[in-house]
C-alpha cells in the first residue's frame, strides 16, 4: 500500500469513516485486546453500562461487552465507523461525538479507551483522564489499551520529563504517516492517579496487527479503579 501523508495534527473524522471496515480487518482479530477487555469486565457487575470511547466498528470490544452481558454505549467522531458499529452490535446505544466534547448524562460502571486517544495532545490527555474519572462512578473501572513510549523510538519525539510522555512521535497507520503521544508506563501512572483513579492491573502483549495497520509493537494494558470521590 503507498504511504500517504496527513495533515499536521488530527486526522479527520472523514479519514476514520472511510476505514470503516478496513479498520476491522486489521485489529479486529486481537486476541490480547479480546483477553484484556475480558480482564476489565471480570471487575465489573454484568448488566450495568459501559462507555467505548473511540468505539470504531465494534469489533471486536463493543461486541465482547455485550455478549458479556453489559450495557454498552459507543461514541466516535466517524458517522462511517458508527453506522458499521450500529449492525455489528445493535443492541448497544451510539452518539456521533468526540470524546473532548462528550457531555455524558450519566456515570458509567465501565469506560474503554483503545488506541483513540493517541493523536491527543499531552495537554488533552491530562483533560481526558479527568473526564474519565468524572463519568466513572466511585469504584468502576477504566480499561486503556496504548502503546508506550521507547527510548529508541526516534523520529522527531520531544520527550516530557515531568510528564513522561513523547509528543510529535511519527508512526505508519494504515498507510499514512500520522503524528502521535505515546506516554512511559511511569507517564501513565502518574496521569490516572493524579485524576483520581488507582491501578490495579497491567500487562503487556506483544501484538502483532496485520501489515496494513502498523508496525509492530507491544500492548500495554491498564485497568484503574475510581477510588476516592475527588
Request: net charge negative; proline share 4%.
Amino acid at each position: 500500500m503507498a504511504q500517504k501523508e496527513s495533515k499536521a495534527g488530527p486526522l479527520h473524522a472523514q479519514f476514520w469513516s472511510d476505514l470503516g471496515i478496513n479498520y476491522q480487518h486489521a485489529y479486529g482479530d486481537d486476541a490480547g485486546l479480546v483477553k484484556a477487555v475480558k480482564t476489565w469486565l471480570s471487575y465489573i457487575s454484568p448488566g450495568t453500562s459501559v462507555l467505548e470511547c473511540g468505539c470504531g466498528t465494534g469489533v471486536p470490544i463493543g461486541r465482547t461487552i455485550a455478549d458479556g452481558g453489559f450495557k454498552y454505549h459507543g461514541i466516535d467522531i466517524a458517522s462511517g465507523m458508527i453506522e458499521v458499529c450500529q449492525k455489528q452490535v445493535p443492541e448497544g446505544t451510539y452518539e456521533f461525538v468526540s470524546m473532548l466534547d462528550y457531555n455524558p448524562k450519566t456515570q458509567y460502571d465501565g469506560i474503554v479507551a483503545s488506541l483513540s486517544h493517541f493523536e491527543l495532545t499531552p495537554k488533552e490527555h491530562t483533560k481526558m483522564a479527568q473526564n474519565w474519572f468524572q463519568w466513572t462512578k466511585l469504584g468502576g473501572h477504566l480499561l486503556i489499551s496504548t502503546n508506550v513510549y521507547e527510548e529508541d523510538l526516534g523520529g522527531h519525539a520531544s520527550f516530557d520529563p515531568e510528564m513522561e510522555c513523547a509528543a510529535g512521535v511519527e508512526v505508519l497507520f494504515m498507510g499514512n504517516k500520522i503524528i502521535i503521544t505515546l506516554f512511559s508506563k511511569e507517564g501513565w501512572r502518574r496521569l490516572l492517579e493524579g485524576a483520581g483513579f488507582e491501578i490495579v492491573h497491567t500487562e503487556m502483549d506483544m501484538s502483532i496487527p496485520k501489515a496494513e495497520a502498523t508496525s509492530d509493537g507491544p500492548r500495554y494494558y491498564i485497568v484503574a479503579k475510581k477510588r476516592v470521590q475527588l
